[in-house]
């Protein structure tokens, strides 16, 4: 019955959504519509046979083309672990997280099978760099899902990118191999919270693209206020001034001041991507 959701709804939404009709009820949708990202991690290991399970649940996920241009390196070593969690002393979540894994886009596996069989090519197009992104970033997701589902709690993480340099030589990182985000994980020490979202309305278009959903921003900000206000916490108002109402859209336009990921274009164009269109058009 569409009411089956009606709470997940709610709490993914702020607000009741009609789904217009007769649905399955199945408990892992349930689960799904209230998932949450955990940073905070009770003092229980996780099994590596477990961790094994969800690597298998991740490279599960669709690649594009099959070319399967995922990568994951599982880091083991404490000191490794530490070295890397040090360069990001404001997310101590790094550090604290019992498992830590890295989602690697590696467009160079590719070209090793073409030096392999015979048939030697680029692929640092843009083209190769997109489908090794979407590639991890889908094993990374299906991880996160098949590690809820067991119970534990994830948090990935694309500061990584922030230091790019120091990260790469820390996991030794090849040409054409980067990382996409890492992930924490580890059995959730407290229960979170749920990250209200959007409205469908403002990210479903139907039929052509429609920006009219943005009137649904207001709305939004005021329910997600009245949910979790972060109105004393305002970003930077010594630059953005105090307003008087502070809401997400504010808070991530300013956030969106600040960008992230410098020098990482740069860092990927000195491990082989150009970021060209592909040297021979596809046939
Ligand atoms: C690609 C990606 C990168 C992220 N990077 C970080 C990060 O570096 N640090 C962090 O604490 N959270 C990170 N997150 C977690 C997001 O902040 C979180 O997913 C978002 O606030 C929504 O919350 P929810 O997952 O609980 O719905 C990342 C999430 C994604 C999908």
Known sequence: MADDYKDELRARFGLDVDLGGEIPDEPWLHQLLLRRTHRRYADRPVAESLVRLLLAAAFSASSKSDFQQASVIWLKDRGRHDR????????PWIGTAPVFLVFLGDARRLEKLGEMRGHKQSNGAL???????????????????????????????????????????????????????GLCLGYPAQPGFI?????????VHIDHYDESGLAAVDGYDRRRDARHSIGNRQRSPERFGTAEFYGWSEDKAR????????????????????????ETPAG
């Open 255 to 278: 956030q969106a001041m600040t960008p992230e990921g410098f020098g990482f274009a740069a860092w990927l164009r000195t491990r082989g991507f150009t970021f060209d269109e592909p």
């Open 195 to 203: 990250s209200m979202r959007l409205p469908l309305e403002a990210t």
């Open 84 to 91: 890397l969690a040090a360069l990001f002393p404001d997310m």
């Open 127 to 181: 083209e190769g760099f997109f489908n090794a992104t979407v590639d991890a970033a889908l094993a990374l997701q299906t991880c996160i899902l098949a590690a809820e589902t067991l119970g534990l709690g994830t948090c990935p993480i694309s500061v990584l990118r922030n230091r790019i340099k120091a990260v790469s030589e820390i996991l030794e990182l090849p040409d054409k191999v980067f990382p996409v985000a």
